[in-house]
């Protein structure tokens, strides 16, 4: 297990230069091979009308003059360990990891995405909470009751959740619930270390309008999961040996039915985490969806690129994560990468081998592949 987390970490880093070098293509390689040149570039980054001195002076300070394999080594030498720039006689220091200084403040842009971060965390934490619950309570409950009432109208909430857009079902709740009855004042965000109660006050529409959408999508997703799962011949051999009907369904039928349920929760959280933009923008929470309009408002190159790399290490690494957390969900996934992971002693190798002395035996492939064999079920894109 550690060999694999160690691998998958190295992966990860691998994944992120990659991101990186897409990132750095699209800001700096695509305008050159669109006819651009350094000075043409600099002039993006001063403002507007800017006169030929600020431009020189930029284009110097950024070194777009050198060759682009240098210029990415600076951008990614930055990220690591920071940046210096020259201003004239003085010289300015930029705290890794830097993605440079915005043109709205003249700031740097690390510090500011960490101020608008916890709004983000808060509102994606909560709605995963509520749609996660919901969404596979609803789901397990609707494949049990296959045909009946219950089964209809849960499943057509939940066609009426993915039909309808954020920005409907968001403003729609704050007119009824914010200013016809004021349940919930749509005041500003609160921090929870300022005030708890408020905090989550705040924040109750924002996360139901946003687990709305989700915990749909989650109830048909588990519905299809535990309709196939529960017709398995392990689930008949399970009832025949006796076994409660609650146990049969929480242990053999609901775990391997959560396969594809992780794994599309994993790249909604990574996505969510990386800036909720319909949402924050709908409920005016200054979060990093709300940084990223602000950002391709203004064409704010630094903070685009600081929140693309963000969102990308966020969505890495979810799916490491979820990775790891397949083997604990499904137990199917343990023996195809693990076949002698319960026996005292393995004979699948040259000997004999006890508990504590097993040689690797199993696939070299990822978990991810070995729960893609063992669940048939894709999981559908979510969109936040």
Known sequence: MIAFVIRRLLTT???LIVVSMITFGIFFLIPRLAGQN???????????????????????????????????????????????YDSGPSQT????????????????????????????????????????????SIGVLSALKRGTVVDRFSMA??????????????LLSLELFSYKWPLFPNDQYVAITANPLL????????????????AALYARLTRASMLETMSEDYIRTARAKGLPERTVIARHGLRPALTPI???????????????????????LPGLGQFTVLAIQNQDFPEIMGVVMLAAFFIVIANMVVDILYAVVDPRVRISL?????????TCSSGPTTAWSRPWTGSR????????????VSPAPARA
């Open 262 to 284: 992780l794994t599309i929760f994993g790249m909604d959280l990574g996505l969510l985490l990386g800036g909720a933009i319909l949402t924050e923008t709908t409920f005016s």
């Open 13 to 15: 880093i691998f994944l």
């Open 338 to 346: 693990w076949p002698c992971w319960r026996s005292a002693t393995c």
């Open 38 to 84: 350094s000075a043409e570039l600099a002039a993006q980054y001063v403002g507007r009308n800017p006169t030929m001195s600020a431009i020189l002076q930029m284009e110097a300070k950024l070194g777009l003059n050198d060759p682009l394999v240098v210029q990415y080594w600076r951008f990614l030498k930055g990220i690591v360990v920071g940046a210096h």
């Open 93 to 136: 220091f930029c705290a890794p990891p830097c993605f440079g200084y915005s043109f709205r403040t003249q700031q740097p842009v690390w510090p500011q995405m960490m101020a608008a971060l916890p709004v983000t965390i808060s509102l994606a934490a909560g709605a995963a909470l509520i749609w996660l619950t919901t969404g596979v």
């Open 157 to 170: 909430i939940a066609l009426a959740g993915v039909s309808l857009p954020i920005f409907f079902t968001g």
């Open 365 to 376: 492939s990822t978990w991810s592949e070995a729960a893609r064999s063992a669940s048939s």
């Open 199 to 214: 905090w989550a006050r705040n924040l109750v529409l924002p996360w139901i309008t946003l687990a709305f959408l989700y």
